[in-house]
C-alpha cells in the first residue's frame, strides 16, 4: 500500500480541510489499509494539538431513571427492560462528594448527568447551586453536564453559575434518528447544542456506533460535529440493553473497525477532544491501548449504568504507553520518557510522488 493515501489523511486534516466522503469510505472500510499506518496518521493530528496529554473525564449519574422518552440505546429509557436502580436528583452533599473524589482521581473533567427530556427552570435554580459549591472549591476543574434540552437563557444561566461544558449528544446522522428515538428529533437536540454555543458555553456531543446505520451515518454525524465546531466528541459503540434495539450492525464492531472510527473523528475533527467512551473494553480487547492514538480522553469509572475496566488498569495502561494524564502535566513532558513521535511539517509529510 502506498503512504500517499496516510499522508494525505493528516495533511488535509492539519490543514484544517474537511475530507471528502470518498477519502472518509476508504478510511472506514478498505482492507488493504494497514491499522497501524492509519493510527500513525491520525496521532500526528493528535499530537500537534494534544501532545501526548490524556483527558479523564469521570461520569456521575446524578438522577437515574424515571425517562418518559423512547431512546433506544438508553437503559433510562420507558422502553428499557434493563435491570437499573432507579433514583430521584442525589442530594447536593452527595453530589459534591462524588466531585470531590473524580478530581482527586486525575479527571479534567467531572460530568453530572440527569435523565429526561428537558431541564426544567427547579432543576437549572438546584444545578446552578450545585454548580456554586463545586467551583468554589475547585476553581480550576472543569464540569460538565447533562441535563436534556436546555434554552438560551438555561444554558446562560448555568454558565454564569459556573458551568464549562453542556453535553448533548447527537448520537447518529439526522437521516437515521428516527430509527432510535420516536419522542424527539434531532433537529430538537441541535438546537440544545445551538442554544449552549450561543450561550457561550462549550459543547459536548457525542455518537453511539454500532446501531445499525450505514458507514454513511457516521461520516455524516462526524461531519456535523466538525461543522458546530463541537469542542468535545464522546466515541461510543453500542452497548446492547434489555428490551432496547436489537440492531443488524452493517459493519461489526471489530478492534480494526472500532479504531478506524477513532481515526475518522480524528481527522474531521482535529482539535476536539476525542473520547473514547463506552464500549472501549468490550470491543477493543488487547487493542485498547492503541486508541489514545486518535483519541486524547477517556471516561475512568465506567459509563452511567455500564461498568468499565478498573481505575488502576486504566491509568497504568495509559502510563504505560508513555502517556500524560492531565491533572499530572508539567509542561508536556511524558509521564515516562517514552521518547515522542516527531511531528513533520506539512511539507515534510506531503508526498513528492
Ligand atoms: S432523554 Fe436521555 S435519559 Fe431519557 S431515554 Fe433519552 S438518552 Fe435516556
Redesign the pocket.
Known sequence: MSPIFYTELACQSLDSQVLDDAMCQRLLSDPSLEILALLEAAFKVRQTYFGRVVNIHILNNAQNGH?Q???QY?A??KSSKADIEEYGIKPDEEILREARRAYSKGASCYCMVY???KASSARIERLKRILVQIKSEFPDKEICVST?FVSVEGAQELKKAGLSRLNHNLNTSEAYYPRI?TTHTFQDRLDTLLAAKKAGLQVCSGVIIGMGEDITDIIDVAKRLRFLEVESIPVNFFLPIAGQLRPEQKAPLTPDFVLRVLCLFRFLNPRADIRIAAGRELYLRAMEVMALYPANSLFLQGYLNAKGASDENTLRMIKDAGFTIKSEQKGTVPFLGTGSMDLKTLSELRPTQ
Request: net charge negative; charged share 25%; proline share 0%.
Open positions: 425517562c422518552e423512547d431512546c438508553c433510562q429509557a435523565a429526561g427530556r436534556g428515538c
